[in-house]
């Protein structure tokens, strides 16, 4: 079971940017939707390229 007192590990696997000063709630909304934009497209791309080295087939989700 996971609690407050268990222990974690990190690793970051890419920097997004750099360190931003914003002047409004606003602008900062609006990069932190660009930040969640990029990362997941890093993810589609690195997911895909790991099943690509590893050889699997992807499969349409609308094949029976």
Do not use: M, W
Not at 11 to 28: A, D, Q
């Amino acid at each position: 079971n996971i609690t407050a007192e268990t222990d974690i590990e990190v690793h970051f696997l890419k920097r997004l940017r750099g360190e931003i000063k914003f002047v409004s709630v606003e602008e900062l909304r609006g990069q932190i939707g660009r930040d969640v934009t990029r990362a997941k497209r890093y993810f589609t791309l690195l997911t895909r390229n790991f099943k690509a080295a590893a050889g699997v087939n992807q499969v349409s989700s609308h094949l029976p």
